[in-house]
């Protein structure tokens, strides 16, 4: 879609950042979830001293997918390496943590864009390899990356509020 951009996140679009995480997430998994723990869990997770803190990790990077015909955010990406890495990985590995994009973009290769531009950022740093972790209940998210060649390999450990839930860890080798 060549009205959508990929552009990088600083510190200046934290609203921006974080009206698009709450939005995106809830989108993705309100009706799985309970209130309270969905509630518990944006608050958290999107409070503007966490995202602050993310951004200003050397080691994570955020980009958005801009919809430019109407000036708007409609989706983004966080990528992680070393340390910022929600798992301990080795130093060669790197970690997309986020991909969400706005319901109504579904299906207009939006989610392809920033998966394109974290395989880009990945060679570029000469990792062999890719990870993420993916909620095992999202049946669309797995597809999707499946897909783009990702080989499931273990599983960890997602709490959403006070629900224990897990997440499928996939792993994609760059040549």
Same mark, same amino acid.
């Given at each position: 879609?060549?009205?959508?951009?990929?552009?990088?996140?600083?510190?200046?679009?934290?609203?921006?950042?974080?009206?698009?995480?709450?939005?995106?997430?809830?989108?993705?998994?309100?009706?799985?979830?309970?209130?309270?723990?969905?509630?518990?869990?944006?608050?958290?997770?999107?409070?503007?001293?966490?995202?602050?803190?993310?951004?200003?990790?050397?080691?994570?990077?955020?980009?958005?997918?801009?919809?430019?015909?109407?000036?708007?955010?409609?989706?983004?990406?966080?990528?992680?390496?070393?340390?910022?890495?929600?798992?301990?990985?080795?130093?060669?590995?790197?970690?997309?943590?986020? !991909?969400?994009?706005?319901?109504?973009?579904?299906?207009?290769?939006?989610?392809?864009?920033?998966?394109?531009?974290? !395989?880009?950022?990945?060679?570029?740093?000469?990792?062999?390899?890719?990870?993420?972790?993916?909620?095992?209940?999202?049946?669309?998210?797995?597809?999707?990356?499946?897909?783009?060649?990702?080989?499931?390999?273990?599983?960890?450990?997602?709490?959403?509020?006070?629900?224990?839930?897990?997440?499928?860890?996939?792993?994609?080798?760059?040549?």
């Amino acid at each position: 879609m060549e009205s959508i951009s990929v552009v990088p996140v600083c510190i200046d679009d934290l609203t921006k950042l974080q009206t698009i995480s709450r939005s995106t997430f809830a989108q993705t998994f309100n009706e799985h979830n309970n209130p309270e723990d969905m509630q518990a869990y944006l608050n958290n997770s999107f409070s503007a001293e966490k995202l602050s803190s993310e951004l200003n990790d050397q080691n994570s990077t955020f980009y958005f997918a801009v919809d430019n015909s109407i000036n708007t955010v409609v989706g983004y990406l966080k990528v992680n390496t070393g340390d910022a890495q929600s798992e301990k990985k080795d130093l060669n590995a790197f970690e997309i943590e986020r !991909i969400y994009v706005d319901k109504t973009y579904f299906g207009k290769k939006v989610g392809q864009l920033l998966f394109d531009k974290a !395989i880009e950022i990945a060679k570029s740093k000469k990792v062999s390899y890719v990870w993420l972790g993916v909620w095992e209940e999202n049946h669309r998210a797995l597809a999707f990356y499946t897909k783009n060649g990702f080989k499931a390999f273990d599983k960890h450990l997602f709490k959403l509020g006070n629900d224990e839930q897990f997440d499928i860890l996939m792993k994609l080798k760059l040549d």
